[in-house]
């Protein structure tokens, strides 16, 4: 598989904004016949991923300490989410993401989840960097310059 | 099995607040090592479901239309939540309650999960009732009342 | 969104064998620092659900009785399956699915996941068609032929 | 919280046969009206853990390295499931587990998940503990005693 082929499963970045595409699955759904609501976290969490691979950030090295770094996870801190329409099984969703601030410590990415042109969900996330002790760590310059901030 | 041992897997309501422990297993956890952030979503989600079963409300029976009448579900709407400290495996959480607001097609629900007296987690949860269409219905009369609305 | 697009989000059937690339993301993972075991089998359920989708079979429509037609979902019966070499946070893999056997009423899907050409997870499938009530139906004819049974 | 409290959230064990009650929540289920395959797995992971915390064996002092000691944690190697009938929203499940069999490196556990006296789901499951490598370690000498090897 080339890098451009896995870069094409992570989405895409026009003008600052990243999409990805998401099928719904079984898993996804409830018995009341709609996606259930705790769901499009893990939508948004997939989006944030995909966004930070294409700036060149992967979980796997943030949180390796092979090269004698502390190993780094991203962790959100705050949500405010609105459930405007439900999506249901075969659905096809974008994901969009966007950096709205970018702090020392913290950032601020809005994000929200299409069908079509229909907003189904909408997410204010400020997210930041932990240590294995739960600890907020600052971004490295490299990751703040790319996320653009 | 005695409807009172049923009531007991369902956690306590004292003074308005309903509480349900809950178990920190394997599926709950993420690679950084502690509990993925959606998952407080669905320990939220399972405490105000019990609430409402000690107020005598079934999922089952709301969405079931064998009285003739239009099946309904529970729905978020929107939440405001904040992610104060991580929980971990093994860890016993309790989820607590409380309705704050009840008007006539919504409620606020005051939630938090706690570890022991640390606080982990909080949430304003602001739900409706739904039907098949995903259009917003009233409470029933009952519901409201049993409720504390 | 054009259908082909849609058709490429669903993975490719080439000699029978559907593949449906995924992947692995913090929701896949667990504090063990792998992919949570029942996990694959959400991964599984994905492939089986796109492979019926190349082959027009739809799940909304299966469950739809707008048509006047009783409404059908796929259950899996039986499931035989190896864990073989773990899966980690970011790792692109590959969901194999082939149809080994189609009776009237059900059928034995294979299943793979692979990381580039090590195979992490094996499976064999019973997969059968029931309705509402969790009574098995007949596969429909056109299904049947469709998935080259 | 009294350590005999969390004992009984942690379900009983009587003639080397562990049970543990479960609730069917909304995240448990899918749009066809049931419980999702692949959350029986949940349930038995539940219920394994269960019955290893009542034989003294804790997942995070598993996974520990703070005495010096390899960090471990429990794997499914291959399981063998049939589901038999579903379960539904509300419905209280009672996961039922004990050892098969119990070798050096490998234990088989049998499982049912039960409503009532109705079984809906089997399982037999070969577990091992592997390190952070993924590699399979022999069970402890204190384990295979207290699990009745």
Redesign the interface.
């Known amino acids: ?1 080339t890098e451009a082929s ?1 870069l094409e ?2 989405g895409t970045v026009e003008d600052g904004v990243h999409r990805l ?1 998401i ?1 719904v ?3 996804d ?6 996606v ?4 499009y ?2 939508y948004c ?2 989006g944030r ?2 966004f930070l ?1 294409h700036s060149g950030v ?3 090295e943030l ?1 390796s300490s092979d090269d004698g770094s502390e190993p780094l ?1 991203f ?9 405007v ?2 999506a ?3 659905d ?1 969703l974008s994901v969009e993401s966007r950096v709205a601030k970018m702090a020392g410590a913290s950032m601020q990415i809005d994000q929200r989840v299409l069908r ?1 042109d229909d907003v189904l969900f909408e997410a204010k996330v400020i997210a930041v960097l ?1 240590n ?1 002790d ?1 600890k907020p760590r600052r971004f490295p310059e490299d990751l703040r310059r790319r996320m653009g901030g």
């Open positions: 598989m896995n499963l992570s595409k099928r699955y079984f898993e759904t409830d018995f009341s016949g709609i259930y609501h705790a769901n976290l893990k969490e997939r991923s995909d691979r992967h979980h796997a949180f996870a962790a959100v801190k705050r949500m405010e989410i609105d459930f329409r439900p249901r099984i075969d096809i079509g932990i294995a739960g």
